[in-house]
Nanobody
């Protein structure tokens, strides 16, 4: 199995930056896709960004502001968030898709990001 631990959330003013990290452990060599989701109060969880074989994918709302990257040697995925807006406020969760006898999915515990206006 794969376990995920996020870090790096916090409070930042609009226009500022934060970098989230997600460290994977366990069967990390079986991970195919890693990604970041977010859920704001009263809203559905949405995919923010994902990365598969080095290819990133972004939600339209964060294109040009957020950058996802993966360090395979450290089994860690990062989300660099620049030009943050109050509407980016949410709980951000890391995810991993991997194959071990069957297709599986893991979630991190989530980290709060709050952007003040």
């Amino acid at each position: 199995q794969v376990q995920l631990v996020e870090s790096g959330g916090g409070l930042v003013q609009a226009g500022g930056s934060l970098r989230l990290s997600c460290a994977a452990s366990g069967r990390t060599s079986s991970i195919n896709t890693m990604g970041w989701y977010r859920q704001a109060p009263g809203k559905q969880r949405e995919l923010v960004a994902s990365i598969t074989s080095g290819r990133p994918n972004y939600a339209d709302s964060v294109k040009g502001r957020f950058t996802i990257s993966r360090d395979n040697a450290k089994s860690t995925v990062y989300l660099q968030m620049d030009s943050l807006k109050p509407e980016d406020t949410a709980v951000y969760s890391c995810s991993a898709d991997y194959y071990y006898t069957t297709c599986s999915h893991s979630w991190g515990q989530g980290t709060q990001v709050t952007v003040s206006s």
